[in-house]
């Protein structure tokens, strides 16, 4: 069983920025993949961001690619995802996710969900 904890969420202008942090508790593994998906409120859930835990490879979302920046700190098992020039669209609750492989991108295959937080870009 793994926890996610998921912190960093708030209110900022268009134009600003946040940083989201995932924190991994439990049986954690270093074959697993973590990650970022969003959701509106009436819509689907969608890919952000992922990031290999054991080899830090990195993929994107491709509205948010020169603008947001996912990384991992190994010791204190905590993903973040560093959120610049945020626009309104980009308004939605984030979830921190975890799936077992090298890969990250379908919210039906993802094996465990952080609580969600909510972003909220005002224009």
């Known amino acids: 069983q793994v926890q996610l904890v998921e912190s960093g969420g708030g209110l900022v202008q268009a134009g600003g920025s946040l940083r989201l942090s995932c924190a991994a508790s439990?049986?954690?593994?270093?074959?697993?993949?973590m990650g970022w998906f969003r959701q509106t409120p009436g819509k689907e859930r969608e890919f952000v961001a992922a990031?290999?835990?054991?080899?830090?490879?990195?993929t994107y979302t491709d509205s948010v690619k020169g603008r947001f920046t996912i990384s991992r700190d190994i010791n204190k098992n905590t993903v973040y995802l560093q959120m610049n020039s945020l626009r309104p669209e980009d308004t939605a609750v984030y979830y921190c996710?975890?799936?077992?492989?090298?890969?990250?991108?379908?919210?039906?295959?993802?094996?465990?969900w952080g609580q969600g937080t909510q972003v909220t870009v005002s224009s």
């Open positions: 990031i290999t835990w054991s080899t830090g490879r990195k």
């Open positions: 439990g049986r954690t593994s270093s074959t697993y993949t």
């Open positions: 996710a975890a799936e077992y492989g090298s890969k990250l991108s379908d919210p039906n295959r993802v094996d465990y």
